[in-house]
């Protein structure tokens, strides 16, 4: 499987061009028992709500493959894969460095060998933005930091793994923000929007050298955007 990935079409083209890549691994699909695909479906209907694209994504995977729709919504929509790897996010407005344009930099605190997991992603999504994300070996539909065509760049650091309910998981949410938003505040106001399933910090900034780190949690979410 190529390090690089690249996808163009309608959602559920791409969908299709993502099981034929997901179709070549011995170990996909994953297991899930029928308890646990059950209580994905309230988290699809999140996504129904929220990122409703996306479903047609896991549609086609699904129909590529011929296999339970629900077992890519489980792996992807859902916190009942895996524990994602603690990270950090640092951003920098533009007043700091020499291009005068803002850095967002991610450190995947993950072991050497996982690195290998790693998948570079150029998507195009027929009627959204191009963008350029990055996510692992399996959710291909997902992305846990990117760049869009509008000049956005968005990633995420986990603050805690409670679940507090369905909701969109982080990595559907930066998805859905690179394909549809176009500024810093247009990200934060779907961030606030969105129901949390975990805790988590964002880190955003524009073309427009707008720099945001939202603080986000189903309780409550704080925005900060720095003077300097």
Not at 76 to 94: A, N
Not at 100 to 111: F, L
Not at 161 to 170: D, L, Q
């Amino acid at each position: 499987m190529k390090h690089r990935l690249e996808f163009k079409g309608s959602h559920y083209d791409i969908g299709c061009q993502m099981g034929k890549i997901l179709g070549k691994i011995k170990t996909y699909p994953p297991k899930y028992p029928p308890e646990v695909l059950a209580k994905s479906h309230a988290y699809e209907e999140q996504v129904k709500l929220f990122a409703p694209g996306l479903l047609e994504e896991f549609r086609g995977i699904a129909d590529s493959l011929g296999i339970d729709y629900y077992i890519p919504i489980t792996l992807e929509t859902t916190p009942y894969r895996f524990q994602t790897s603690s990270c950090v996010v640092l951003g920098i407005s533009g007043q700091h460095t020499e291009s005068g344009t803002p850095i967002i930099a991610h450190s995947e605190e993950w072991k050497e060998r996982d690195s290998e997991n790693l998948r570079v992603c150029y998507t195009h999504p027929t009627g959204k933005l191009s963008s350029l994300g990055f996510t692992y070996h399996w959710p291909l539909v997902s992305r846990y930091g990117g760049i869009n065509e509008a000049g956005l760049a968005i990633s995420m650091s986990s603050a805690s793994f409670e679940n507090t309910g369905p909701g969109v998981m982080m990595n559907i949410a930066i998805r859905w923000i690179l394909d549809t938003c176009k500024t810093v505040d247009g990200a934060v106001d779907y961030l606030k929007e969105i129901p949390k399933v975990w805790g988590e910090t964002y880190v955003i900034a524009d073309k427009d050298n707008q720099i945001a780190k939202v603080e986000s949690h189903r309780e409550r979410t704080v925005v900060t955007y720095p003077s300097d």
